[in-house]
């Protein structure tokens, strides 16, 4: 009866796991965001700004970054919870440092650091890389 009980016990114990219910979907920068919102405020209550034909971020996993709103490559560097981006290009320098954080599908950069007025974009995701 022992032994009888034990084979139930395992047979059990393998048709109930379920490998589905362990799996956590990680949130990753990597892969190309759309900008689609900007939040700001010029000293009232912020709001979001749909935006039309929004610049992309591509992130790739050997930190280069590529970008429809320079004219070169950038790279980054991920920080945890924060990114710091840097565009190099002949006519332009870009240095900025942005805390990330995910709203369901999206992307929202913060950079407290520049603005005072609370300046937030959303991005939503274009490609996986």
Known sequence: MKNMF???SVIFSFFSCNDDDNKVQEKSILGSWKLIEVY???GGQGQW???ENGYV???RSDNTLLSNRFSCN???QNLSDS???SFDCD???FNA???FSFEGNKLILSNSSDCDEGCVEKYEKVTEE
């Open 74 to 76: 950038g790279t980054y």
């Open 91 to 93: 006519d332009t320098q």
């Open 57 to 59: 971020y591509e992130f």
């Open 97 to 99: 440092s942005y805390e």
């Open 6 to 8: 034990l084979i139930l």
């Open 83 to 85: 990114v710091l981006i």
């Open 49 to 51: 700004t749909p935006i």
């Open 40 to 42: 700001g405020s010029d």
